[in-house]
Each structure stands twice: as structure tokens, then as C-alpha cells.
């Protein structure tokens, strides 16, 4: 599967999950106002039959909406025509409870309209889960007529218990969610280890193959006895073997010190030095390679201040694998390099305007093995390994490396050293 592949199906996946977690909040929403209602329906079923049973209706046409009051959110009052007898209410409203379902606690309270308070009240527990003592801090709802109040101190608590199922199914789908998000995460991690590391055997053997077919042709070559007689065709072969052995243990020594590490943190053995003076033996030693292009490279620009604490070595391998890049990856090298102190760091910057890179790739082109295919293909050769390790190099010196490219447009990599 290639990487835009499963990144499509990171996305969806992602949307899906998204999706399907708004739908079960939706739901438990809707079920939450469900229940609400359902309360409501039955609160005013058994207040309705109090009112008939008592005689207190105040008029026949008797709904929710038209006689019962919320003036606080758990505190449901009805006026009534008169006060009727404390305990009979309170006996045949706890019946009514029962009757209709209404398993929470309630403070029953009658509201003498002429004395300006509360008559009594009476605390009905139909459920014997709760304990409820706040009679005495009860808010007073001040009316011109008699009422009754039925205060709930747990209605909330007694839907959400309601709900009790629906609330654990949706954590669990949630959590199957979240379970399946990081599954994708972990298929699409090693989905893209896989890619890598296949691209990785792939450029491994074209990498290998060619110097050894030459070798084994070279090597064939010297091994007529006729070759003794001609020393110049001798030497022109020995040359090739050379220049493959070199090239090869150039890769295996790289692939070597990725490797090295990926275990062992890079310990640069700190020196002061002239970083221009290192760039310039780094740039002559490029030049042949841009030269085969029919390219240059240029020192454009030198800061007089140039002095650096660091590896030398290290820091040598960075640039030469930054100008190796700038080469391979231009078709007719321009390649510019200056240096330069902003605030507290020595900046080194390797300009190209070769092909670019893709604005996606800037980050990820740092990570081992990581390569930029157009489908299947590959414009150059290469382990992608190169940057991994410039950048280890640079961590390593607390550093910075920067990336500024654009697909066409060439490329420009800056290394931020600090002064120390
Ligand atoms: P390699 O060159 O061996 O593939 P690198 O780690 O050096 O590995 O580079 C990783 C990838 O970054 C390359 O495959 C190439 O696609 C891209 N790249 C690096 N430097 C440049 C550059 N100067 N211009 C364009 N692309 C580059």
C-alpha cells in the first residue's frame, strides 16, 4: 500500500470515528431530554390527581405548561384554592410516586399565601437511597396565592441514573473507538516501516549491484595474462576497482554510522576552528562532481567571524552531504554557500535550484530511509540517509537544521549552530 494510500485511510478512518462520536453524543443528548420529559409527564400526572383527589384545582382545564411553575430548576409549585390536610396529601402523594414511577427523593412543601411562608413540609424518600436534610435552607418563592411545592434535590442524579446504560454503552463504543484510532495509528506506523524499509532493500541492491558488475568485469579483464602486456589498459582497471571499492565503502561506512547511531548517542569531540577554511576544502572537493553536470559552486558570501567550537569531522561530513545532495539533485548545479552570524548562531546556508522539494516531505525528509519517490520511481540514487545523519550531527551540537524548498524551485538547507 503506498503512503498516499494509507493516508487517505488514516483520514476517513479518522473522520469516521469523528462521525460516529458526534452521532452518540447526539444520542445520549436526545435521551437526556427524553428522560427529562418523561419526568415532567410523570410529575404532572401525579400532581394532576392530587389536585382532583384534594379538591384544590383551581380550574378544570388542568396542563404542565398552563398551571405547574419551575421558578428553580429541580422545584416544581402548583397554586391551589385552598390548604388542605398536611399528612392526607403527603400519604396519597407518596402512593402516587410509587404509582407512577418516580423513584428519586422530594420535599413536600405547602405555601400559605397569607402568612407568607411555608406551612410545613415533609421530606418523601419512595426510593431510600438519599438523604436529604436541607428543609430548613429551602429557597422561598414568594406568590399572592396558596401552593404546593415539590422540591427534587437528586432529579439529575436519578436521570442520569436512567440513563445508566446508555452511558456506559457509548464509553465503551468510545473506547472501542479510541482502540480502533490506535490500531490505524499503529498499522499506518508500520505500514510506512514496511514502505521504507522495502524502498530501503530496493536501493540497497541497485546501489550494490552496479560497482560489483563492474568489479566483476574489471577483475575479469586483469585476470587475462595479456593485460601484463599492456600496462596503461592495467592501470585504467585497477582505477575502476578503486574507484568502486571507495564508493562502496563510502555507503557501508555511512549505512555504518547510521546504524552506530540509532544506539549510541554521537559525541562530538569539540575544537575551535575556521568553519570558512572548512568550507572551502569542502567545496573544492565537491567542485569535480557539480563540474560532471557542467555546474559550480560558489562561496558567495563570508562572514569575517568564523570561528567555530565544534567536531570538525562531523561537521565536515554535514556539508559535503548537503552539497552531494545539492549535486545530485540539480540537473545543472548552481549551488551557492555562505555563512553568516544571526543573534547567538553561526548560520551555514547550502542554496540550490535544483528540483525542489514538496512542502509534505520537509519534515519527514530527516527521518531514516525516508525518500522522495514520484509513484514507484526515484529520480537519483540514494539510501536516505544522508540528511538523517546531518541531522544527528547537528542535535548533537544543540543546533538547528532548517529547510526552505519548493518543488521546481530548488532548495535551501541552513544549519544553526550555537555560539558558544
Ligand atoms: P538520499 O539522497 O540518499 O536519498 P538523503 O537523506 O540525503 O538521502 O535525502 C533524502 C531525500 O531528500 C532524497 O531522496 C531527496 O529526495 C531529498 N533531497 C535531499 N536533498 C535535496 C536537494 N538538495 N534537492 C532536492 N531534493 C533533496
Redesign the pocket.
Known sequence: MRAKTLRLLTILSTLLVTLITAIQLYWLNTTYNYERKQFNIAITRVIKSTLINFNLLNNQDFSFEKNIQLPAPDYYIVPVSHLPNFDSVKNFVTREFFEFNILTDCELLFYNAGHNKYETGFYIDVSDQYKFSAKNNFPGFNRAYHYLGFYFPHREHYILQHMLKWIISSFLLLMVLIGFGISVFYFYRQQFLNETQKDFVN?FSHEFKTPLAVMKIAAEVLSRPSITEQPQKLHNYTEIINTQVTHLQKQLNRMLMVAYTDNHKLKPEKEKFNANELLEITIHNMLPLAEQKNGKIIFENRTADAFIHADKSYILTAIA??L???V???VKPEISVSTYIEGNEFCIR?A?K????EKV?HKK??KKF????EGDI?????????????KKIIDAHRGKILLK?RKGF??T?IIKLPVT
Open positions: 536501493n552531504n548537503l552531494e545532495n545539492a545530485k539533485y540539480s547550502v540550490d535544483g528540483l525542489g522539494i516531505h525528509i530527516f525516508y525518500r522522495v519517490t526515484h529520480p537519483s540514487k540514494g539510501f536516505g540517509l544522508g540528511l538523517n545523519f546531518v524548498s530548488g532548495s538547507f
